[in-house]
């Protein structure tokens, strides 16, 4: 196979030099991964071979190790809701206090296990936990509901690292407990993870460390980054029902948002990475509706000044929560200015035309069009020949008309 053939195929040279990868499927993922970042026109036979007899096995495997462990630090990883980084208390009690905000529970307590106990790290009032639970009785039950309490399991690799919490006199809803376990396996994945960073630090930085060791601490590693990106995913989806829950929609307005985006993406051309994000800013476009009371948006007739700012406003709480979600940081833009209009007459910016993110563009057709053609409670869905006819009247003054266009391709 010569080097066009293999362009066609998608696949890196580093990925199909077998010298290089050794027969080791994580060596070729990390081949594979830096033929990504590396233009295949500047990568020759030559320098595939040249990088081939230089390296040195071992400090390939640290330098990857490295990599990761710079990736998946604490600064990075940590970072999952409104909180930065400081004092353990301070951080677990900021997520605490979400929680409650969120889902709209009377309290919430965070727990970690130390010395073999549950211990209560952060916590969203003054009031003390009576918890009585144990880690067995977690590792039986990840999710025990006791009376006005749920308390739910933070599992790292192999036990329970911690435990969420919650206590309310009606049980809440059951897309707001998921949102909960979401976090609690976010949480403790990710803790787990930042044990595992240590280790594995302190592994590089050993003379005495094999390449075997090296090899299994990259495994472990690229175990659990896998997992933490899996509950990454849930956490959002968790997140958008929450949301949808909180706006009244009868369907799930955000889901179908994002499946709309992504199927524009596709009419348009767009790129893998590109899609993905702009299918996860069309799940948390409404993000900063979960910091409101549901009561807001079940309010069929007008609304109060101060209810009437918080809604206009909402897009600029989900940026300051979405801020802190590293690993959603990059929809951050097309979230803050979806309600930019293509003749500059928009908001937050007055942005016009190709100057408005491009995200930003599909998820404003896309979640215009799923409002219209979705029932609320106060007006029945709008036919989608109506709503196209509406959006159309406003292509090139409120909407990208080529975004338009991939629309229309995109609901026939």
């Not at 998921?178 to 976090?183: D, K």
């Amino acid at each position: 196979m010569d080097k066009e053939e293999k362009k066609l195929t998608g696949v890196s040279l580093f990925g199909q030099t077998e010298a290089l990868a050794g027969n080791d499927p994580l060596e070729e993922m990390f081949a594979l991964n830096l033929g990504d970042f590396i233009s295949e026109t500047l990568i020759s036979e030559d320098l595939a071979k040249k990088i081939r007899v230089s390296a040195n096995k071992k400090e390939r495997l640290q330098n990857q190790l490295r990599e990761l462990t710079d990736i998946y630090s604490s600064r990075n990883t940590l970072c999952v809701l409104n909180f930065t980084t400081g004092e353990e208390q301070a951080i677990y009690t900021s997520i605490a206090q979400s929680i409650v905000q969120m889902i709209e529970v009377e309290t919430c307590t965070i727990f970690l296990v130390k010395d073999g106990n549950l211990v209560p790290v952060g916590v969203s009032s003054e009031v003390e936990s009576d918890n009585k639970i144990t880690i067995n009785d977690l590792i039986m039950n990840e999710v025990i509901e006791e009376d006005d309490r749920i308390c739910i399991a933070m599992n790292g690799s192999m036990m329970p690292v911690g435990m969420i919490e919650v206590k309310n006199s009606v049980k809440p809803e059951r897309d707001y407990i998921e949102l909960v376990e979401s976090i609690a396996n976010l949480l403790g994945t990710t803790i787990t993870l930042q044990n595992e960073v240590e280790h594995t630090n302190m592994l590089i930085n050993t003379t005495e460390t094999t390449e075997m060791e090296l090899k299994q601490e990259r495994a472990e590693l690229t175990a659990l980054i896998g997992d933490l990106c899996d509950f990454q995913q849930s956490f959002v989806e968790s997140l958008a029902n929450a949301v949808d829950r909180k706006g009244q929609y009868t369907v799930s307005h955000s889901a179908n948002t994002a499946k709309l985006a992504r199927a524009i993406c596709k009419n348009l051309g767009l790129n893998e990475k590109t899609t993905d994000l702009i299918y996860y800013a069309g799940l948390l476009q409404n993000i900063g509706k979960i910091t409101l009371p549901e009561k807001i948006f079940a309010t069929n007739g007008k609304l109060s000044a101060d209810e009437l700012k918080k809604i206009k406003n909402h897009t600029n709480v989900g940026v300051n929560l979405l801020m802190n979600i590293n690993f959603l940081s990059e929809v951050v833009p097309y979230i803050t200015y979806q309600t930019e209009r293509v003749d500059g007459s928009g908001s937050p910016e007055g942005l016009k035309g190709q100057s408005i993110p491009l995200g930003s563009r599909i998820i404003a057709v896309a979640d215009a069009y799923s409002a219209m053609t979705s029932d609320r409670p106060y007006r029945k869905a709008m036919p989608k020949e109506k709503a196209l006819e509406i959006i159309h009247q406003e292509r090139n003054i409120k909407w990208d008309s080529d975004v338009v266009d991939a629309l229309v391709k995109s609901v026939a």
